[in-house]
């Protein structure tokens, strides 16, 4: 599919993020303006609420777009969300009759506050790029027990805190937590000294379910897609984690790009999973090519400074596709809601310049990396900010996510003070 | 403190899990009335909504009570708290004035239906009985190892998923899972065959907070207490659990009591957290007695079969109180909601009849147990009904909880068909 044309003609180039193929949906304040509903296009956020109230839009509902999120509309369906897409591309095309209707409701881009897209309604993380796995396995367990026996039969997983979640830009405030080193005799309570990133992308369900649904049923569920950058602090994750896995360490925050980039934009950049060393049961098959080829990076600026690419990969690098995580999710009946957010797991390619964290890109500190001002990192310093961004790579376009960023915050000296 | 009487004679027994010393929060409705807000007083539950509307209770907002959640009361804070207390206190007592106006807006509960007394907003599961992950790490890891290095240090926890948690009397469905046995070579999908129950206290969070909380303001953010039954596969959990520990394994179902008991009702039953092995870091100090006397039974009855007692045993046997779980929930800086529940972990005592689940009662199956009715469990039976009960026991009067009961229904023949 080439580039579908738009009349705002900023979506028109080969370098936006958001042509009309894209049309991305987030929720947006300009000035005192209560924070709504908006589709990005070019340079500029097409405001939904107000298309809704001058009857440009009828979905069978009245008050879907004066909302600081999407979920009520992903609760409408798959049939809701295919309609949508097609007017709003009807509208926004080159030669729509709706121009001059339209363009009083676009607003700057750069003139609005992104707020978060949707109301997470529980935040699920999983393990499941290989070589993610690979790699930190082998610096904890060695390479024999690199994967754990589970991890090609099951995407493993955990629930993560859905309170945590923050969308892009929302500085990050280094953790305290308990730490024991390998050689101390008894944990402390300080700062986290191993602080790191994770490279992720996050999928949103967009359909409840009330018991186990097939791997196919649960793409359908998928809503779209945001990049997702899962804070960690190493430190804590080391000491707390045996038996029950990690806790404290995930939740200081989780960061989620402003747009929601729609499985429908996604559609031409399918792929499949990787092959498989063990056949997996049924109900976890592939259903179809339920991965994508996003290009995916990750920059990290020192305070005052310019950004240095700390690694380049692809979301086809997963071993396991969001469907399939979302069906294993489901397999005990566990009921799944309208605003979940499932995160892939860090996305690591085969390269060590394709690693999707500081914890493999230093080899757990061991190989501190330099960075191009001639610093070195092993972990997160305070200042640094971090910048995922992602991209599909269409016939003269792309699609992209938008940012993902986050600075990183001193510890305070005493959390408890008041 | 004596039984305080009330003009609701039924509320005066020494029996009565509902004395005026109580004055328990949950959700009821009676044939097509909508869900809203009540207090259980001896056989009665008194319709919040109808006291609100008849002007008899001002807490400053007119619609706090007709609605199917006590969620917006909790979060006007702990001195909303004590004025509905002691309004209620007042009113409920023997000798009112308020009698003839309150006595038409008393429903029998025998004919009341019970509901989810909040909405969950996240939902924890901690891991802090003492005696219970010694029995399960000996089982798992051998009685050398059975306490992993961090758990005299730090009350284990992980995130458990809040859609899953149901008020008691809600059937719960035996759940599929990726099984392996020891002795297999490959998982399979299945039936879970080694279900199980775990009893435990929850602790529901009643104010936010936004970042690192001390016991004592933990404390203070509990707004009171529900018996949880934690409805475990652990089939599926041994397979799992590895290394980020049990997600499908507890995602069927989590079954509370529909009364809160408040704080305040509790208040005269704190009791100390055990003597510490390690002296505890600062910010998880005991800072005064955060536990509580409550006596806990829990109860099996085979499908047309009478009960039998699987264990007693006390909610003073947890090594840290809900405060610390609460206090150290926070130290990442991780943001808690009004609503959030906190499982204790499984209560255990030190004698087997204290054992608070099955795989420690059947010692991992190899010791099945003998039911009153010559039966035996190693683990649940399609059709047995699980009951949790709960009292704390004053002069001449108990705090009671009210039931938490699930039955087990068969596994679906294809969780898949539709």
Redesign the interface.
Known sequence: MPLMKSWVTSANSADTPFPLNNLPYGVFSVGDMPPRCGVAIGAMILDMAAVEQAGLLDLGDPDLFDMPFWNGIMDLGSEVWANLRARLTQMLAEGSTDQAALEPMLVPLDQAELHMPIIV??YTDF?AGRHHATNV?TM?RGAENAL???WL??P?????????VVVSGTDI?R????L?GPNDD????AP?ARFDLELEMGAIVGQASD????VTEADEAIFGYVLLNDWS?RD?QA???????????K???TTISPWIVTKAALEPFRVDTPARE?EL???LKDAGPMLYDIDLTVTLAPRGKAATVLARTNYREMYYSAAQQLA??T???????VGDLLGSGTISGPEKSQRGSLLELSWGGKEPITLDSGETRSFLEDGDTLALSGAARGDGYQIGFGPCTGTLLPA?AD??AR
Chains 1, 2 share one sequence.
């Open positions: 309604e529980e393990y396995g904890f754990p026996p589970n039969h099951i493993i997983g955990y629930n993560g805190r859905a309170s945590s405030r953790p305290w937590g308990q024991k008894l944990p402390r309570f986290s018991g186990p649904i097939s602090a804590i000491w707390e984690y045996q038996p029950l896995g990690p806790f404290q360490a939740a200081t925050a063990f049961l049924d109900h294993h999710h397999t005990a009946g566990c009921p799944m809601n305070l959390p408890y």
